[in-house]
């Protein structure tokens, strides 16, 4: 299973572009890389999933290189709302079963 | 749109009771998981569920712990014997072939 790694923590200020950084070196072939949110005594909800380039939906962008070993989950113009751990996960989703487990995530703070 | 759904919401036991956590995941996924997270912590994956049998599980996952699906729309998770440690919010999710995962609002668990 491809490790990821993220940032802890990061704080923005309301009305402002954010972005968070995943590594995931050791990245299959066959993998996708997407991201999760989750608000306190929440379950995760799904925000965005990618191969490569670059795809955007109704809320967020997010960017994988050409090499696949990162992404960065673009989140435009954060409000308030957007406070929540942002979780990056890397794995097969043909097979369904290997691509959930979850990092540390990243906490993200919007200060107002 | 769809939604899994986990019942009971809250739920507090003695040590050493059993518990089920019931989950009734989207109908025409095929795999299904169970996670914990303590408070504060982050999402532990426990098991995944396929084709009715276990097809992953983690070290957390010990004797203690089974699962079933036992009519075809129920997802169940039992502790036979809870320990203090079992306290956390249990999160149920399913998700079909290159779908993205749905989550449950989760049953926070407190053993006393």
């Known amino acids: 299973l491809a490790k990821t790694t993220q940032p802890i923590s990061m704080d923005s200020y309301e009305g402002q572009e954010v972005n968070i950084t995943c590594s995931h070196n050791?990245?299959?072939?066959?993998?996708?890389i997407t991201w999760y949110q989750q608000f306190p005594s929440q379950g995760p909800r799904f925000i965005i999933q990618g191969y490569k380039t670059k795809v955007t939906n109704e809320v967020a962008s997010l960017f994988i290189p050409a090499d696949r070993k990162s992404s960065t989950l673009s989140l435009p113009r954060v409000s308030l709302s957007d406070t929540a751990v942002y979780y990056c996960?890397?794995?097969?989703?043909?097979?369904?079963?290997?691509?959930?487990?979850f990092g540390t995530g990243t906490r993200l703070t919007v200060i107002p | 749109e769809p939604e899994v759904t986990q019942t009971p919401s809250h739920q507090v036991t003695q040590m050493g009771q059993e518990v089920i956590l019931r989950c009734v995941p989207i109908?025409?996924?095929?795999?299904f998981y169970w996670y914990r997270q303590i408070l504060g912590q982050k999402v532990e994956f426990l098991v995944s569920?396929?084709?009715?049998?276990?097809?992953?599980k983690s070290e957390i996952f010990d004797d203690q712990f089974s699962v079933e699906r036992p009519d075809g729309s129920n997802f169940t998770l039992k502790i036979r014997s809870t320990k203090l440690e079992d306290s956390a919010m249990y999160f149920c999710a399913s998700t079909g072939r290159f779908t993205e995962a749905f989550f449950g609002q989760g049953t926070r668990l407190t053993v006393v």
């Open positions: 109908s025409n996924h095929l795999y």
């Open positions: 050791n990245i299959a072939t066959n993998d996708y």
């Open positions: 569920f396929y084709n009715n049998e276990i097809s992953e």
């Open positions: 996960l890397v794995g097969d989703p043909l097979t369904g079963a290997n691509n959930l487990f």
